[in-house]
RNA sequence: GCCGAAGUGGCGGAAUUGGCAGACGCGACGGUCUCAAACACCGUUGGGCGUUAAGCCCGUGCCGGUUCGAGUCCGGCCUUCGGCACCA
């Protein structure tokens, strides 16, 4: 059998072969522990890139992985389908949309059946099929009914750009996450999922493996913060409910010297004095005019015009004046604060341009509070200013206040949060169907859940308006109410498509039943995820979203347990061999095709895997290739050979000792996902092959025993040589579902141990010594070697440190 | 500005709880095979000193500290990357 290793002479033929035996294919009916291995399911965007397999071969291997540990593996594949860049696609070239997509999806099957991932191909979902977003429709009537889902009308964000509404989520640096417009605000009436009903317990990680970093950007995201709401009865006449302001320093109550409410704010009509009328409407419209990006700049004045009116302390009845600014947001607390310039920044800032009072409440050990302050302070000793709280220490302060406020009705203990409810609505097109339907007489009524799916017309046209293109479609728009039967009308907008992937690992445990998203029985199965692997960058959007809708289905008796996903892991960014990311503009994209084509996918996926820790990410230089085709040419000669004639045992036992470190090694690092460093080890137990058959070779059983532990070990990276190898070595099919190698202790241990002698913590010597040597016995060696006694001149030993088995230390 | 991660040869990167720095690989150099090249294989490869050799010194971003011993721990800086940023 010594022919060359040639990759494209083996690779198709075992990927057919895969596929056709269902070699991967997940069974409900097995007995052996389930393992679902979750990979994020890309958007068929036309074209299989690095990207996806530095995302998917590794998260392969570590599903083939355990599928050899014994595990019965989920690892499901599919193609979150709905989304702009096919409508884009639409506008710009007059392609349908839905062909589009479908074209691209059996293109990227393509792709990525010949990269060789174990995919279970027979739970494909495709989240544009009616048959997968019936069921997103049906979740939203779920989420209705449950009163999570509502439609209410806000200030929301507008991407001019995408001619639709975006979630916060969506927006980074008051950009649109998606075209990098400036995002304008508008006041609409849209469809929201009460994700805010879960933000204290959407803050709690207790019993998840997630990387820390994912962990405090949701935290951060959800923005925890204690205080209290304060009530200002209003000095106006018609104004009857006070002014309620958030606050998390109610202890500075006493410092407040002046209101601010947002420009956006309800009141600010009602309580404008005729006076200052004409400039509180300037700057309202002035603000509505500047961009997110520009209002949200830390760096610009603070504006802001004064109502005329004035709030009433609810401590000590002091007249404050109330002003509108647009440094305060009208989507945070209560959209008005009180404003304390002597204990916040801002506030100091805005007091300092307008010639507002600044009254320090605490006093500090290092600022006369006395004189006029030169900035804010927010630390402080005890309190002064405030009545008969003079002389409270900061550390009671809080609570002394809050206590007070409750017993007088002026406010009560508070925690507010940044995050908001999560917009849903899109005036687009592509998109799953919001399932309800307006009537004049009964208002919005749900869709049956019997009449789902809602299906997305076809033949329409694109050009986006600022309203959805389902809006012109009469015949599909006017239908009867479900409830009177009166001529009403389907809402027009559809859902975001991160509500698509939201559930979709749950559709995969189940993904042809037409009853019900999933049976319980399959659900309890599977679910929840065990690993789930993917990029960074949905931090705060999928991979909050999914688990606001795990949480909201577990409420609704749907699943069980408190979290989707028990480990999630992010792989790094590929970038293109200049450090750049990968771009056609810049000529710097590696195509994986390209790199199969040459190479063939088991080294293209070891290569990858190699270049550094997963998590990492970085450039990619296609120049290291030739040392993982060495590799896999070497594996392929060492294991094609027959064994050599002969057999010392002391090189047989340290081929054994080598394989046994490979196993242990190996399984610990593919636990762990480091995948670089389990092809070194294997690239070393390679070469002790190599070296055992050179020099003189080793005993035939301990020969087999290695070459085929090292095709195991080898197996989930690099599938293809090892199935062919095995085959090879007549074993029987496949390598895939055999038993990952047992590490045994017993064969590693060495009879001998090199110790490594230091004096005054240099290394001097090395001591081969019999394992378990006594410090007794490795002093006296050491102390005897001629090369301590150069270095202790003779001296005697002040302290000797010995690490059993590693190291002794003479200190003189 | 705040939070987090990182900084190790020419390059990608290794290094349990502090215990032989540079595993594995690329590249480079030398060699085997070959008419030659490709492929393949073998050897050397952190820097400096040392004619050879034995060996010695320096070396993990910078400065200092703890320790018998620091890439690893502590304090203070510098740089890079990521995230957040008027959130009251």
Known sequence: MPDRYDPHAIEPKWRERWLADGVYRARDDDERPPWYALTMFPYPSGDLHTGHWYAMAPSDAAARFRRMQGYNVLFPIGFDAFGLPAENAAIQRGVDPREWTYGNIERMREQLRAMGAGFDWEREIVSCDPEYYRWT??????????????????????????????????????????????????????????????????????????????????????????????????????????????????????????????PEHELVGRITTEGQREAVEAYVAATSRVTEVERLSTEREKTGVFTGTYALNPFNGARIPIWIADYVLVTYGTGAIMAVPAHDERDFAFARDHGLDVIPVFDHPDIDVNAPLEAAFTEGGAMINSGPFDGTPASEAIPAVVAHAEAEGAGTGAVTYRLRDWLISRQRYWGTPIPMIHCEACGVVP??????????????????????????????????????????????????????????????????????????????????????????????????????????????????????????????????????????????????????????????????????????????????????????????????????????????????????????????????????????????????????????????????????????????????IAEELWERRGQPYSVHLRAWPEFDEALVAEETVEIVVQVNGKVRDRLTLPAGATEAAARERALASERVQAWTEGKEPRRVIYVPGKLLNIVV
């Not at 980074?172 to 009460?194: A, I, N």
């Not at 998840?208 to 009530?231: F, H, K, V, Y």
């Open 447 to 720: 869709v049956p859940e019997g009449d789902l799916p809602v299906l997305l017309p076809e033949n329409v046209h694109f050009e986006p308006t600022g309203q959805s293109p389902l809006t012109r479609i009469e015949e599909w728009v006017n239908v009867e109410c479900p409830q009177c039967g009166a001529a009403a009308r389907r809402e027009t907008d559809t859902l975001d498509t991160f509500m698509c992937s939201s559930w979709y690992q749950m559709r995969y445990v189940d993904p042809h039943n037409p009853e019900r998203p999933f049976s319980a029985g399959t659900m309890r199965q599977w679910l929840p995820v065990d690993i789930y692997t993917g990029g960074a960058e949905h931090a705060v959007m999928h991979l909050l979203y999914t688990r606001f809708f795990w949480k909201a289905a577990r409420d609704m008796g749907i699943v069980e347990g408190d979290e989707p996903m028990k480990r999630l892991f992010n792989q790094g960014i590929i970038l293109g061999p200049d450090g750049f990311r990968m771009s056609k503009s810049r000529g710097n994209v590696v195509a994986p095709d390209d790199q199969l084509e040459a190479h063939g996918s088991d080294a293209f996926r070891c290569q990858l895997m190699f270049i550094g820790p997963w998590d990492q990410g970085g450039p990619y230089n296609p120049s290291g290739m030739p040392g993982i085709v060495r590799w896999l040419n070497r594996l392929w000669s060492v294991a094609a050979e027959p064994p050599p004639a002969g057999g010392d045992a002391a090189a047989s036992r340290e081929l054994t000792a080598a394989t046994q470190r490979a196993i242990r090694d190996v399984t610990e690092d593919l636990d762990g996902f480091r995948f670089n460093t389990a092809i070194a080890r294997l690239m070393e137990l390679t070469t002790a092959l190599a070296r055992a058959r050179e020099s003189g070779g080793v005993d035939g059983a301990t020969w087999d025993r290695s070459v085929e532990t090292l095709i195991l070990l080898t197996a989930p990276l690099a599938p293809h």
């Open 137 to 262: 429709q049906w979740w939203f009537l779920k989420l209705y009914e449950r009163g999570l889902a509502y439609r209410a009308g806000a200030a929301a964000n507008w991407c001019p750009g995408c001619q639709t509404v975006l979630a916060n989520e969506q927006v980074k640096d008051g950009l649109c996450d998606r075209s990098d417009d400036p995002v304008e605000r508008r006041f609409l009436t849209q469809w929201f999922f009460r994700i805010t009903a879960y933000a204290e317990e959407l803050l709690d990680f207790g019993g998840m493996d997630w990387p820390e970093r994912i962990q405090t950007m949701q935290r951060n995201w959800i923005g925890r913060s204690e205080g209290a709401n304060l009530r200002f009865p209003v000095d106006v006449a018609g104004v009857d409910e006070p002014l309620s302001v958030f606050t998390t320093r109610p202890d500075t109550v006493y410092g407040a010297t002046f209101m601010v409410l947002a």
